[in-house]
T-cell receptor, first 115, second 118 residues
Framework: AQSVAQPEDQVNVAEGNPLTVKCTYSVSGNPYLFWYVQYPNRGLQFLLKYITGDNLVKGSYGFEAEFNKSQTSFHLKKPSALVSDSALYFCAVRDILSNTGKLIFGQGTTLQVKP | GAVVSQHPSWVICKSGTSVKIECRSLDFQATTMFWYRQFPKQSLMLMATSNEGSKATYEQGVEKDKFLINHASLTLSTLTVTSAHPEDSSFYIC??????????????FGPGTRLTVL
């Protein structure tokens, strides 16, 4: 079965420090991976995606993610966290067994950036 | 580009009434739309997938007679919660994809609708 795991319910970092939000996946075949951010009572905002090519993907708001096939990971990173980055982050993988292109989401990680 | 809107953004209704939520793609044609449900601080649960002009495909465990989905045009899908009860209170989010189903399609998400059933 295809799945995505975000092992941390919450990540706490100080403003200005680097942040990492972890994501691992399990799929058959090549994965198509996504990161989304959700602010309270809002929909999801797209951050970045990996389809193919360079393992380091750069996205919105200074975020980047590294695709690591051997470790089946796609961790989200940012060199210097901002208080405004505090939100709920979701990793997702395209369900390649579905012909509708639906996404499988991780359980989400709350990022708390403290001043 | 690729903006998806939802209406209403929040709704409060009495138990037993029906509520309709609209999802519109504003600047592209959405061949496929998805409806999700989200409980507080939890992940998104896919309820159903709809393609324009055809019946929606519901996920296992989702009552199709309770959650009616209509995708009548390439820019509009509606979710109707029939005979709503307090346990239907949730945050409902739609997303839209602008090409025929496939692996490279990107989903664009609406802002969500907060439903509270009294």
């Amino acid at each position: 079965a295809q799945s995505v795991a975000q092992p941390e319910d919450q990540v706490n970092v100080a403003e200005g420090n680097p942040l990492t939000v972890k994501c691992t996946y399990s799929v058959s075949g090549n994965p198509y991976l996504f990161w989304y951010v959700q602010y309270p009572n809002r929909g999801l905002q797209f951050l970045l995606k990996y389809i193919t090519g360079d393992n380091l993907v750069k996205g919105s708001y200074g975020f980047e993610a590294e695709f690591n096939k051997s470790q089946t990971s796609f961790h989200l990173k940012k060199p210097s966290a901002l208080v405004s980055d505090s939100a709920l982050y979701f990793c997702a993988v395209r369900d390649i067994l579905s012909n509708t292109g639906k996404l499988i989401f991780g359980q989400g990680t709350t990022l708390q950036v403290k001043p | 580009g690729a903006v998806v809107s939802q209406h209403p953004s929040w709704v409060i209704c009495k138990s037993g009434t029906s509520v309709k939520i609209e999802c519109r793609s504003l600047d592209f044609q959405a061949t496929t739309m998805f409806w999700y449900r989200q409980f507080p601080k939890q992940s998104l649960m896919l309820m159903a997938t709809s393609n324009e002009g055809s019946k929606a495909t519901y996920e296992q465990g989702v009552e199709k007679d309770k959650f009616l989905i209509n995708h009548a045009s390439l820019t509009l899908s509606t979710l109707t919660v029939t005979s709503a009860h307090p346990e239907d209170s949730s945050f409902y989010i739609c997303s839209a994809s602008d090409r025929a189903p496939g692996h490279y399609n990107e989903q664009f998400f609406g802002p969500g609708t907060r439903l509270t059933v009294l």
